[in-house]
């Protein structure tokens, strides 16, 4: 099964500036585990770059990304736009 989800990342920004990031990609993992209804998460380099991209205090306020299930894992990658 395999769908596309834009996720918004402005309740993140509640955080500290210097957790965003870190918290961001937490909230990824819990935003797809909800949402797809699976244990086990595997989130690409790309979305990891794309959130850290401009530092770990200026995150983006939301990122689509492509959540693909195989056998009971989730490989969660960036969407080519």
């Known amino acids: ?6 996720i918004p990342l402005r309740d993140v920004k509640r955080v500290p500036r210097q957790k965003r990031a870190a918290k961001s990609i937490r909230y990824i993992r819990e935003f797809i585990e909800k949402h797809m209804k699976a244990d086990d998460v595997v989130i690409d380099m790309g979305v990891n770059e794309k959130i850290w991209e401009r530092g770990r ?12 299930e195989e056998d009971g894992t989730v490989e969660v990658t960036l969407v080519e736009e």
Request: hydrophobic share 40%.
């Open 57 to 68: 205090e200026k995150i983006p306020s939301k990122i689509k990304v492509r959540a693909v």
């Open 1 to 6: 099964m395999e769908r596309i989800y834009t």
